[in-house]
Protein backbone atom coordinates (compact mmCIF):
# COMPACT_ATOMS: atom_id res chain seq x y z
CA UNK A 1 0.00 0.00 0.00
CA UNK A 2 2.35 2.72 -0.93
CA UNK A 3 0.68 5.40 -4.01
CA UNK A 4 3.66 7.16 -4.17
CA UNK A 5 5.47 4.16 -5.44
CA UNK A 6 2.68 3.07 -8.12
CA UNK A 7 2.88 6.62 -9.02
CA UNK A 8 6.82 6.47 -9.79
CA UNK A 9 6.09 3.02 -11.19
CA UNK A 10 6.56 3.49 -15.55
CA UNK A 11 4.16 1.34 -16.96
CA UNK A 12 6.23 -1.61 -19.20
CA UNK A 13 5.04 -0.83 -22.47
CA UNK A 14 6.52 2.66 -22.24
CA UNK A 15 10.08 1.27 -21.21
CA UNK A 16 10.25 -0.97 -24.02
CA UNK A 17 9.25 1.69 -26.42
CA UNK A 18 12.25 4.18 -24.82
CA UNK A 19 14.22 1.02 -25.08
CA UNK A 20 13.09 0.42 -28.74
CA UNK A 21 13.88 4.12 -29.76
CA UNK A 22 17.18 3.84 -27.81
CA UNK A 23 17.95 0.97 -30.50
CA UNK A 24 17.07 2.33 -33.61
CA UNK A 25 19.40 5.66 -32.73
CA UNK A 26 22.11 3.82 -32.04
CA UNK A 27 22.09 1.60 -35.39
CA UNK A 28 20.78 4.98 -37.14
CA UNK A 29 19.90 6.34 -39.80
CA UNK A 30 20.90 9.70 -38.41
CA UNK A 31 19.82 13.29 -40.21
CA UNK A 32 21.96 14.02 -42.50
CA UNK A 33 23.75 17.23 -42.45
CA UNK A 34 23.71 17.88 -45.43
CA UNK A 35 20.41 16.77 -46.93
CA UNK A 36 18.31 16.90 -43.36
CA UNK A 37 16.78 13.19 -44.41
CA UNK A 38 17.46 10.70 -42.48
CA UNK A 39 19.67 8.56 -44.58
CA UNK A 40 22.83 8.87 -43.15
CA UNK A 41 24.36 5.27 -41.87
CA UNK A 42 27.40 4.64 -40.01
CA UNK A 43 29.40 1.88 -41.14
CA UNK A 44 32.08 0.31 -38.86
CA UNK A 45 34.79 -1.91 -39.93
CA UNK A 46 36.25 -3.35 -36.43
CA UNK A 47 38.87 -5.59 -38.12
CA UNK A 48 40.10 -3.04 -40.60
CA UNK A 49 39.51 -0.04 -37.75
CA UNK A 50 37.80 2.12 -40.41
CA UNK A 51 34.34 3.94 -39.77
CA UNK A 52 32.66 6.19 -42.29
CA UNK A 53 29.34 8.00 -42.69
CA UNK A 54 27.59 7.28 -45.91
CA UNK A 55 24.25 9.54 -47.08
CA UNK A 56 21.81 8.75 -49.93
CA UNK A 57 22.92 12.57 -50.99
CA UNK A 58 26.82 11.43 -51.62
CA UNK A 59 27.75 12.51 -48.25
CA UNK A 60 30.66 9.93 -47.55
CA UNK A 61 32.72 11.26 -44.10
CA UNK A 62 36.11 9.16 -42.98
CA UNK A 63 36.28 8.85 -39.25
CA UNK A 64 38.41 8.11 -36.49
CA UNK A 65 38.06 4.62 -35.60
CA UNK A 66 37.54 4.58 -31.50
CA UNK A 67 36.62 1.72 -29.84
CA UNK A 68 34.75 3.21 -27.26
CA UNK A 69 32.61 4.70 -29.12
CA UNK A 70 28.99 4.25 -30.29
CA UNK A 71 27.84 4.61 -33.98
CA UNK A 72 25.67 7.89 -32.35
CA UNK A 73 29.57 9.09 -31.06
CA UNK A 74 30.65 8.83 -34.22
CA UNK A 75 27.40 10.34 -35.72
CA UNK A 76 28.03 13.44 -33.34
CA UNK A 77 31.50 13.83 -34.80
CA UNK A 78 30.50 13.14 -38.54
CA UNK A 79 28.42 16.39 -37.79
CA UNK A 80 30.80 18.58 -36.22
CA UNK A 81 33.73 17.62 -38.71
CA UNK A 82 30.84 18.38 -42.14
CA UNK A 83 29.88 21.81 -40.29
CA UNK A 84 34.02 22.63 -40.27
CA UNK A 85 34.60 22.19 -43.42
CA UNK A 86 30.95 24.15 -44.17
CA UNK A 87 32.39 26.35 -42.48
CA UNK A 88 35.35 27.00 -44.23
CA UNK A 89 33.71 26.60 -48.09
CA UNK A 90 31.82 29.44 -47.30
CA UNK A 91 34.67 31.72 -45.70
CA UNK A 92 36.80 30.57 -49.01
CA UNK A 93 34.13 31.75 -51.14
CA UNK A 94 33.82 35.21 -49.88
ZN1 LIG B 1 22.47 13.48 -47.04
Do not use: T, W
Not at 18 to 23: F, P, S
Not at 49 to 70: I, M, T, W
Request: with cysteine; glycine share 6%; hydrophobic share 35%.
Amino acid sequence: MSPRKERNKIPAHIVQGIRDKRKKLLHGPYSCPKCGIDRLRIGIDVKLKEVVAVCVCGLEQKLDYVSAFEAIDYYNKCVDKFLKFYKNSISHES
